[in-house]
């Protein structure tokens, strides 16, 4: 079936056509993609069509697209049963690999997606302090937790939505949403609602407003001032983790949150989260503890599967390598935007990167609304015609994975050329 007949049905029967409102495609104009199947470094669509992938199911798929180690340990675990509602070895495997990447994380509770692990742990933050205010930064996106809703990223910036109706007020007033990168504006913060302050969260690599690194100092400052303050600071490593490193930002860096929470490539592609951090934080969460969580598929047995499969692979890689492809990849996009006089800026974190079109520097939300969404929206397009398959936001990041190669790397900058001598 033809790419427009499949999201007309779609939009028929599911809102907006999709399942996670950026897939539609309504920043950039046009159909989405329908995927078929993928394998690699490529995706399928309904017509046929191959595609060289960046978006990597926005973050998990880090080993490629059925990698063959992770294929057959999702046919092993399923031939045994697909859910149990019980315990299994699987989610204390999992546990274990946690526990011995992050050395913040001495206990692990598993859940069904990064979203239910941010709001566990604002949950649990509260529960420890006995406070209510809560410190993200603008940009960031945490899930769609009410809560975490204010001023977020991803596809809420995407769409130009403040917040969302249906977040209850009250909540929206506990949360203080405060510039990223901006240490001077978190002590003012701190020092006037610190009393009141149960956790700060943030990604510690933003990629959610497009890729912003921290700048030095920032994340000392987290977690000098909320150790002052009493309050907990976590990590959301749901994008990072696993992704910049075997662990994460926290083991390149060495600063130690109280609480970190991981998602995407734990699974291996199928849905999972968790939460960690150290065993006197952790043992306040039931049945230990007072404060709830439960989740009928937490730990669900191919989801851990599936991310055993792909720890363990990715303990044997190298993540040098990727981080080669990615220079090359970002060096190549450069050369072509300035040989063409096109305003860019390209931010990269490891195998993370976004092409922002603008001229200044990208260091928050606010400059990294300056990109020129319009000139995003005909270059995806550009290099969709192409075969190349970005995330279809300005505001999201691009993932580059072990399945890659120099020769893709070559087609991606070569239909680059192409798509920017059409525009």
Same mark, same amino acid.
């Given at each position: 079936? %033809? !790419?427009?007949?499949?999201?007309?049905?779609?939009?028929?029967?599911?809102?907006?056509?999709?399942?996670?409102?950026?897939?539609?495609?309504?920043?950039?104009?046009?159909?989405?993609?329908?995927?078929?199947?993928?394998?690699?470094?490529?995706?399928?669509?309904? @017509?046929?069509?191959?595609?060289?992938? =960046?978006?990597?199911?926005?973050?998990?798929?880090?080993?490629?697209?059925?990698?063959?180690?992770? &294929? +057959?340990?999702?046919?092993?675990?399923?031939?045994?049963?697909?859910? =149990?509602? +019980?315990?299994?070895?699987?989610?204390?495997?999992?546990?274990?690999?946690?526990?011995?990447?992050?050395?913040? *994380?001495?206990? &692990?509770?598993?859940?069904?997606?990064?979203?239910?692990?941010?709001?566990?742990?604002?949950?649990?933050?509260?529960?420890?302090?006995?406070? @209510?205010?809560?410190?993200?930064?603008?940009?960031?996106?945490?899930?769609?937790? #009410?809560?975490?809703?204010?001023?977020?990223?991803?596809?809420?910036?995407?769409?130009?939505?403040?917040?969302?109706?249906?977040?209850?007020?009250?909540?929206?007033?506990?949360?203080?949403?405060?510039?990223?990168?901006?240490?001077?504006? *978190?002590? #003012?913060?701190?020092?006037?609602?610190? #009393?009141?302050? +149960?956790?700060?969260?943030?990604?510690?690599?933003?990629?959610?407003?497009?890729? &912003?690194?921290?700048?030095?100092?920032?994340? @000392?400052?987290?977690?000098?001032?909320?150790?002052?303050?009493?309050?907990?600071?976590?990590?959301? %490593?749901?994008?990072?983790?696993?992704?910049?490193? =075997?662990?994460?930002?926290?083991?390149?860096?060495?600063?130690?949150?109280?609480?970190?929470?991981?998602?995407?490539?734990?699974?291996?592609?199928?849905?999972?989260?968790?939460?960690?951090?150290?065993?006197?934080?952790?043992?306040?969460?039931?049945?230990?503890?007072? &404060?709830?969580?439960?989740?009928?598929?937490?730990?669900?047995?191919?989801?851990?599967?599936?991310?055993?499969?792909?720890?363990?692979?990715?303990?044997?890689?190298?993540?040098?390598?990727? #981080?080669?492809? *990615?220079?090359?990849?970002?060096?190549? =996009?450069?050369?072509?935007?300035?040989?063409?006089?096109?305003?860019?800026?390209?931010?990269?974190?490891?195998?993370?990167?976004?092409?922002?079109?603008?001229?200044? @520097?990208?260091? $928050?939300?606010?400059?990294?609304?300056?990109?020129?969404?319009?000139?995003?929206?005909?270059?995806?397009?550009? !290099?969709?015609?192409?075969?190349?398959?970005?995330?279809?936001?300005?505001?999201?990041?691009?993932?580059?994975?072990?399945?890659?190669?120099?020769?893709?790397? $070559?087609?991606?900058?070569?239909?680059?050329?192409?798509?920017?001598?059409?525009?």
């Amino acid at each position: 079936m %033809e !790419m427009e007949n499949l999201f007309a049905e779609a939009q028929n029967i599911i809102p907006g056509g999709v399942n996670s409102p950026v897939r539609a495609f309504r920043s950039v104009g046009g159909s989405p993609r329908f995927i078929r199947e993928a394998a690699g470094a490529t995706v399928i669509d309904a @017509e046929g069509r191959t595609y060289i992938d =960046y978006v990597a199911s926005w973050g998990p798929m880090i080993l490629g697209h059925s990698h063959p180690e992770v &294929v +057959a340990a999702i046919r092993e675990a399923a031939g045994k049963g697909t859910s =149990y509602g +019980a315990p299994t070895e699987g989610e204390i495997a999992m546990a274990r690999r946690i526990v011995a990447a992050f050395p913040a *994380v001495e206990m &692990v509770r598993m859940v069904s997606s990064g979203t239910e692990a941010t709001m566990t742990a604002i949950r649990l933050a509260r529960g420890i302090t006995g406070r @209510e205010k809560i410190i993200k930064f603008t940009g960031c996106y945490h899930g769609h937790a #009410d809560s975490l809703l204010v001023k977020a990223g991803s596809g809420v910036a995407t769409l130009g939505i403040p917040g969302s109706p249906g977040v209850p007020r009250r909540l929206a007033e506990l949360t203080l949403s405060l510039p990223y990168n901006d240490a001077d504006a *978190v002590r #003012d913060a701190v020092g006037r609602f610190g #009393d009141d302050l +149960a956790c700060i969260i943030v990604e510690p690599v933003a990629g959610n407003m497009g890729v &912003v690194p921290p700048q030095q100092g920032f994340l @000392e400052t987290l977690r000098e001032v909320t150790r002052a303050s009493g309050s907990l600071l976590i990590f959301d %490593e749901v994008i990072t983790g696993f992704r910049v490193a =075997y662990g994460g930002w926290q083991t390149l860096t060495g600063i130690a949150p109280d609480l970190t929470c991981l998602g995407k490539i734990i699974g291996g592609g199928l849905p999972v989260g968790a939460l960690g951090g150290r065993r006197e934080v952790m043992e306040h969460l039931a049945p230990t503890g007072p &404060v709830y969580q439960a989740g009928t598929l937490s730990g669900n047995p191919l989801a851990m599967a599936a991310g055993i499969a792909t720890l363990d692979v990715l303990k044997r890689q190298s993540y040098g390598q990727i #981080d080669r492809l *990615v220079q090359e990849l970002c060096t190549g =996009y450069g050369e072509l935007f300035t040989r063409r006089g096109i305003p860019h800026r390209i931010n990269r974190v490891g195998s993370m990167f976004t092409l922002f079109f603008t001229a200044g @520097e990208v260091t $928050d939300f606010v400059s990294a609304s300056r990109s020129d969404t319009e000139l995003f929206a005909r270059f995806f397009q550009g !290099m969709l015609s192409q075969g190349i398959y970005l995330a279809p936001a300005q505001f999201e990041a691009g993932f580059v994975s072990f399945a890659h190669t120099a020769r893709d790397i $070559d087609r991606t900058l070569a239909a680059c050329a192409k798509a920017l001598a059409a525009l």
